[in-house]
C-alpha cells in the first residue's frame, strides 16, 4: 500500500491562469497552513473560482505552480486528491436518494467502510433524524449542510469551499460557521471564497483579496473587514 499522502501547507507561487486571451489569474502568490480559515475575498469574477479550481487539483497553472506541503500535484499524482475536499456551486447530490444513500454512495467511492463516517457526517450536519427522507425534501440550507459532510468523508487535509453560505437562512449559517471552525481546529486547511463580509469577519484568521486576477490583500483577520475592504477595492 502507498504511503498515505498529507501536508501541513499549500503555497500558491506565482500562479497565473489564462483561457485562450482572457487573464483570470496574475502572479497570484499565498501561503495558508493548518489551522487556517482564509477568506478569499472579491467582486464577481475576481478569479476566487479560477484560484480554488486549481487547488482542486481541476486545472493546472498557466505560469507558477501550487505546492501542498513540499511537493507538487504533479509530484503526489492522483493520490492527493484523497486529501482534498471540495464544495462548489453544484452540490452533487442525488435528489431521488435520501441523504444517508447519497453519503453511502459517496463513502463507497472513497473506499471507506461507509457506516461509521455517514452516521457522523449525518449528525454532524444536524440531519440524523432526516438522513432516511429523498434529498429533493429538504431545504437549501439542509442540503447545503449535506454535501459539507460529503465532502468531508474522507478527512481531508485541505478543504475548498466556493459560496457556501448563498442562500442560508441564520441557523444553516451557523451550523456550517461552527462546522468549519472545528476543522481548522483539527488541523484542516480551510479556503472559502464569499461575498458576505459580514459573515467572513469574526470566521475567517486570514484575508486574500483578490480583484481582476491579482491579490490586492494577504494578511491576518483582524476588525473591520469591511471597511478595508472597500478601501482597497476603491482604490483600485
Known sequence: M???VDFDSVHVSDVSRHFGRRRALANVSLTTRAGDIVGLLGPNGAGKSTLITMLATLAAPSKGEIRYGDATANRFGPSLRTRIGLLAHE???YPELSARQNLRFFAELYGLDARAPVEEAL???GLADRGNEPVSAFSRGMRQRLALERSLLHAPRLVLLDEP?????DRAVGLISDRLRRLAAGGAIVLLATHDLDL???LVTRVALIRDGRLLL????????????????GAH
Open 2 to 4: 502507498s504511503e498515505r
Open 91 to 93: 452540490l452533487h447530490l
Open 123 to 125: 449528525e454532524s450536519a
Open 165 to 169: 453560505f448563498t442562500g442560508l437562512d
Open 200 to 202: 467572513a469577519d469574526g
Open 218 to 233: 494577504d494578511e491576518a483577520a483582524s476588525p473591520g473587514l469591511r471597511a478595508r475592504y472597500r478601501s482597497r477595492i
